[in-house]
């Protein structure tokens, strides 16, 4: 598609560049035939008085040559503007066409992913719909009831979902951490996050999934402190009951701070 913008455009300015070089050809052809036309009939018929004239004339030419000369300088400069013009716009046409691929391609690599998420999320519903699918997946821990399994693999698409939520309808991270900073008064949910840490370790320690874990870990550790605290006060049972909701740091007043 882009060779067959790309092509017109050359066209036009080859044509154009040709039509003004054959205009200041048969200006110039012209002007030389008519000036030795002049010179032959004068030196048939012409006298010393004719031939003073005609030098007038020719002086007259000369300077006619000049102004013609200057005029197809002129064209040729104004050509080449003209043509520097198109390249520029040219240029500015490729980058951003260059830069609408790598946004499509961008958008398509989430799509996929997004998918895959969706896909991750069917499966994990169908293990907790049926008991003996469930019994497929791997233990959170030896010491997990088959009902507490399910608790937690529903948990498991709680988190998936936000993660869906973060590609899918461009929610900003920080939206996420406090949707979590939500679901982490739950202790099943802080449960989940606990059992869970060694398949997040085996993460791409480059990829956004990782990094966006750790700042979920930095807010789960938060929960578990307060929970600690509250449970060597007697204020919260050890299995059980809600935290109050721990405010999330925004990263950018992090930063600041350090």
Do not use: C
């Amino acid at each position: 598609m882009k060779d067959d913008m790309e092509a017109p455009e050359s066209w036009i300015t080859m044509s154009r560049v040709f039509w003004w070089m054959f205009a200041a050809l048969v200006g110039t052809a012209l002007t030389l035939a008519t000036g030795v036309g002049m010179a032959v009939l004068l030196g048939r018929q012409g006298n010393a008085a004719d031939w003073a004239m005609w030098s007038n004339v020719g002086q007259t030419f000369g300077v006619l040559s000049s102004i013609i000369s200057g005029l197809a300088l002129v064209v040729l400069v104004g050509t080449a503007r003209t043509q520097f013009q198109e390249m520029r716009e040219q240029r500015r046409e490729l980058e951003r066409q260059r830069r609408l691929h790598v946004q499509q391609g961008s958008e398509l690599q989430r799509t996929a992913e997004a998918h895959v998420g969706l896909l991750h999320f069917r499966i994990l519903k169908m293990a907790i719909d049926d008991p003996s699918l469930a019994e497929v997946w791997p233990e959170f821990g030896p010491d997990v009831t088959p009902e507490r399994n399910r608790q937690l693999l529903y948990a498991n698409l709680i988190y998936q979902l936000q993660r869906i939520g973060l590609m899918v309808k461009d929610d900003s991270q920080q939206e996420m951490l406090e949707t979590m900073r939500y679901l982490f008064t739950s202790p099943i949910m802080r449960e989940y996050w606990r059992l869970t840490e060694y398949a997040r370790s085996g993460l791409p320690q480059d990829s956004d999934e990782i990094r966006l874990a750790r700042k979920v870990d930095r807010l789960w550790r938060d929960y578990e402190a307060v929970a600690s605290s509250e449970r060597r006060n007697g204020r919260v049972p050890p299995e059980s009951g809600p935290l109050r909701p721990v405010s999330v740091v925004d990263d950018r007043k992090e930063a600041e701070a350090a």
